[in-house]
């Protein structure tokens, strides 16, 4: 059974950090691409970041890049997303999935999302 367990999320001040994590179990980490996303409602969901399965390379939207930074952590089957100097607009659900490439369509199985809010 393929299983993602995000957590970390809460509410900070502008300017604040915040560092989520994704448990994976039931499949084989190295074998998937993992990402974060982010979702705010009435908005598209946004790829925040994601490390690719081919080649280890992580990608970031240029919302974030600079400001976030993931890393994974193999012996815990984790993924890991720090995030510095958060601004109001970075509030929004927050998930990660897996899936064979590092695009949202390509994702096959989602965690529960986890609440990032950011206050002014």
């Known amino acids: 059974d393929v299983q993602l367990q995000a957590s970390g999320g809460g509410l900070v001040q502008s300017g604040g950090s915040l560092r989520l994590s994704c448990a994976a179990s039931?499949?084989?980490?190295?074998?998937?691409?993992i990402g974060w996303f982010r979702q705010a409602p009435g908005k598209e969901r946004e790829e925040v970041s994601c490390?690719?399965?081919?080649?280890?390379?992580?990608l970031y939207a240029d919302r974030v890049k600079g400001r976030f930074t993931m890393s994974s952590d193999h012996a815990k089957n984790t993924v890991y997303l720090q995030m510095d100097s958060l601004k109001p607009e970075d509030t929004a659900v927050y998930l990660c999935?897996?899936?064979?490439?590092?695009?949202?369509?390509?994702?096959?199985?989602w965690g529960k999302g986890t609440q990032v809010t950011v206050s002014s």
């Open positions: 039931g499949f084989t980490f190295d074998d998937y691409a």
């Open positions: 490390i690719s399965s081919t080649d280890g390379n992580t």
């Open positions: 999935a897996a899936g064979n490439l590092c695009i949202t369509s390509a994702m096959r199985n």
